[in-house]
């Protein structure tokens, strides 16, 4: 997983006018809503459901604003209404997890105080004055049984449900279907290359007819079904390639980094394991691929549920022919080729190179993270270009 700067959200709202084009949607929508004689509800609040996009009785813009193309954690923790509503998504959504599995991951044995507490510690992560009053009113003994606990996120889930149906009556994803290519034109100016989520594949920008297009799928982060409110975010928005967005990730329901917030880093490293002599100089492939992941990291649990839904240990044991070249190119231009080539430049009077410059040269990647967006599998290669430089018995 590599992390997305925030930046080419900025550059392709400006650029693409997003939040202009959209909100003359959307408040014509509002604006039908306010004067329908059955205006949607909320259920958790009794409330209309336009008034989430109201300030003092009237349209508010800046809010629109902060929700097509704001930081998620800004508009969470500026907006109550925002803030209990993603709790309540939250709650629907990572409902599915597995209590037994649960229990193996944090070491507990498997009975009915554990499985209760569990039950009472997921709630309480993504519980509100939203579902408060429902917990108490009508289920007030949710941990004691897998059937009680389903029962309260079935009722949460129907109630989320009818609100996002009158969400969507305002705003949904199929509004930018209204404008001509939005979506790719929105894709051209992210200009992301490579899949964010497996840095394997490449995601196309290009044009055809006078129009741009692009190869990306668009990934809903927090899926439209659900997180209905965020449908048009920007922030939602992952260039993605389709095998991630729709086989690995699909709307599982599995808490994973959000690459607007953080990628792998330094927490988790490509390592090879095993292999003879051979392996190491470049030779043959017969070693395993591995990922080494800090068991001090602040998000633990989602650097380990991101490496299991892109299956990343398995599809990058298909990757070792690229760990194979890059060791055969640093034991066959040993260290000296960097400084044999400056010395050449100088005496033909030509500029020396940069580090990144050198690096590109020897091993056809700058080796700078920086660049990791740029190409498929330059994490891979520059955690094992450090690996090998770490320890001495590989050179
Ligand atoms: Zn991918």
């Not at 002599?277 to 549920?305: M, Q, W, Y």
């Not at 080539?341 to 080796?367: A, H």
Request: glycine share 4%.
């Amino acid at each position: 997983m590599i992390k997305l700067e925030h930046i080419i959200l900025t550059k392709a709202e400006k650029s693409s006018d997003y939040f202009n084009k959209l909100k003359v949607v959307i408040q014509a929508n509002y604006t039908k809503e306010i004067s329908s004689t059955t205006p949607a509800m909320n259920p958790f609040t009794q409330q209309k459901v336009f008034r989430l996009f109201e300030i003092k009785g009237s349209f508010d813009e800046n809010f629109l604003r902060n929700l097509l193309s704001g930081n998620f954690s800004n508009i969470i923790n500026k907006y109550q209404v925002v803030h209990n509503y993603f709790l309540t998504c939250s709650l629907v959504y990572f409902s599915s997890f597995n209590i037994k599995d649960e229990l193996k991951y944090r070491g507990l044995v498997d009975n009915r105080p554990n499985r209760e507490a569990i039950r009472k510690e997921y709630v309480s992560t993504y519980d509100s004055s939203w579902t408060d009053i429902l917990i108490q009113n009508s289920h007030p003994s949710f941990e004691k049984s897998e059937k009680a606990f389903n029962a309260l996120i079935k009722d949460v889930k129907s109630k989320l449900t009818e609100l996002n149906i009158g969400i969507g009556r305002i705003l949904n994803y199929d509004m930018i279907k209204k404008f001509n290519n939005l979506r790719h034109v929105l894709l051209n100016h992210m200009g992301v290359e490579v899949c964010p989520y497996c840095n394997r594949q490449y995601i196309t920008n290009y044009n055809y007819e006078n129009e741009p297009k692009s190869t990306a799928d668009v990934d809903h982060f927090y899926p439209k079904s659900i997180f209905t409110l965020f449908s048009l975010s920007l922030f939602n928005f992952v260039p993605s390639c389709q095998l991630c967005n729709s086989r690995f990730k699909s709307d599982k329901g599995i808490d994973i980094l959000f690459p607007y917030e953080k990628g792998f880093s330094e927490d988790v490293r490509f390592k090879m394991m095993g292999g003879s002599v051979d392996s190491i100089l470049g030779h043959d492939t017969e070693f395993e691929l591995t990922l080494d992941v800090n068991g001090s990291a602040p998000h633990l649990r989602k650097l380990e549920n991101s490496i299991r839904m892109f299956r990343h240990t398995e599809t990058y044991q298909s990757h070792k022919n690229t760990v194979r070249e890059l060791l055969f190119k640093n034991q066959a231009y040993n260290r000296t080729l960097q400084g044999d080539l400056q010395n050449l430049l100088k005496d033909m009077g030509l500029e020396q190179l940069s580090k990144r410059e050198l690096n590109l040269f020897q091993f056809g990647y700058t080796l700078d993270p920086q660049d990791f967006g740029q190409r498929p599998l330059s994490k891979l290669v520059y955690d094992i270009y450090l690996q090998v430089q770490k320890h001495a018995s590989y050179r």
